[in-house]
């Protein structure tokens, strides 16, 4: 009598400890099975250069101007927190002075790029699993993320604005973006998509 209740009750605990700790158990298998090696996300910052100097229209390579040099660097107090690992930049003064800030802080090299002349699926192969920054101009960065993201979903920036970012993140195929704006002090957030 003793030993068939042994039996029951001690079976009745192995059905507790089954039902009680296997998910955990499946969960911590699942877990160290897992390569997460194959798993490679591939993460695009863009965003367009500084205000520039307006003062002369005939100037094709402008400056950054005083509100331009404070929005570079505010963009690498942004940067700051992100791991990047390759900047890219066209190459205009107002385009590679908007991102000397973040690449010194980073001690990174600026690769210079045209946007017409790029293969974009080179620029991911090229890229996988790693951070990248890109800086280019109103009509180039909508165009280049709408080219990563493979559809025509963000519009023109608008002249006066130098606020936005472009994030655009790749993982296991699955394309996910995001436009964020960064007004400086004083502006009121815009919509450009």
Request: aromatic fraction near 10%; charged fraction near 25%.
């Amino acid at each position: 009598m003793f030993t068939s209740r042994w039996n029951v009750r001690c079976f009745n605990c192995w059905i507790i400890v089954i039902y009680k700790y296997i998910p955990g158990l499946i969960a911590v298998i699942s877990f160290f099975s897992c390569n997460y090696d194959d798993k490679k996300c591939t993460s695009v910052y863009l965003i367009r250069h500084a205000e520039k100097v307006r003062t002369d229209t005939n100037e094709k390579d402008p400056l950054l101007n005083k509100n331009g040099i404070l929005r570079a660097q505010k963009w690498s107090e942004i940067f700051e927190k992100i791991e990047i690992d390759n900047i890219l930049s066209t190459n205009t003064r107002r385009t590679i002075s908007t991102v000397i800030p973040t690449s010194d802080k980073k001690q990174l090299k600026i690769e210079i790029y045209k946007p017409e002349d790029i293969s974009y699926e080179a620029f991911l192969k090229g890229n996988n699993g790693k951070k990248v920054l890109i800086v280019g101009h109103s009509n180039t960065i909508p165009e280049t993320t709408n080219i990563l993201i493979k559809e025509n979903f963000y519009n023109q920036i608008e002249d006066n604005n130098n606020s936005n970012l472009y994030f655009v993140n790749i993982c296991d195929g699955v394309i996910s973006h995001e436009l964020l704006y960064y007004p400086m002090e004083g502006q009121i957030a815009k919509d450009s998509i």
